[in-house]
């Protein structure tokens, strides 16, 4: 049996570390996730008390919104300016043993390997994956998040994940 969603002023924050983490493994920096987590709480808190009523989930309602936020800010102009020399790897996540939110994301982390190998494809086919991948969202309510069908989003997983493991051919 699932357990009911918290409900009340603040009850969102219990999603923080599930949302860094998305945001984190979407962004790549500790600093962009964080603002993005913060942008995703503001929204909420700047809906309405019978908007906020209607909504059935808030964690899926977050959910959505952290990767909408970071799908615009990987697509943004700024970020497409970034360069590095090199090869690009994720900015490590503070040392923060102890804190259950920082658990809750470290327990559900992505290997470095694949997050690198990610920076390869598109930002919506990263995201799909994460989200599918990592997360456990169905392709439908991704679908919903990235704005295409499920069949595109199956589609764009299946892409991305053979650029991450390239098939080898037998010799």
Do not use: K
Request: glycine share 8%.
């Amino acid at each position: 049996m699932e357990e009911p969603e918290p409900t009340g002023a603040g009850a969102v924050e219990c999603y923080r570390g599930v949302l860094f983490g998305v945001a984190y493994r979407l962004v790549g920096t500790a600093h962009d996730a964080e603002n993005v987590v913060q942008e995703s709480f503001s929204r909420w808190n700047r809906l309405d008390p019978d908007e906020r009523a209607l909504i059935v989930s808030p964690r899926s309602w977050l959910l959505r919104v952290v990767s909408r936020v970071c799908l615009d800010h990987r697509r943004s102009a700024g970020f497409q300016r970034r360069t590095s020399v090199g090869d690009w790897l994720p900015e490590p996540l503070p040392d923060r043993r102890g804190d259950p939110l920082c658990d809750i994301t470290l327990d559900e982390s992505v290997s470095i390997a694949l997050v690198i190998l990610l920076e390869e494809v598109t930002p919506t086919a990263r995201a799909i994956v994460i989200l599918h991948d990592v997360f456990g969202l169905s392709f439908t309510d991704i679908g919903e998040i990235v704005g295409c069908s499920p069949a595109a989003c199956r589609h764009l997983a299946v892409v991305a994940r053979r650029h991450v493991r390239p098939e080898t051919g037998s010799s």
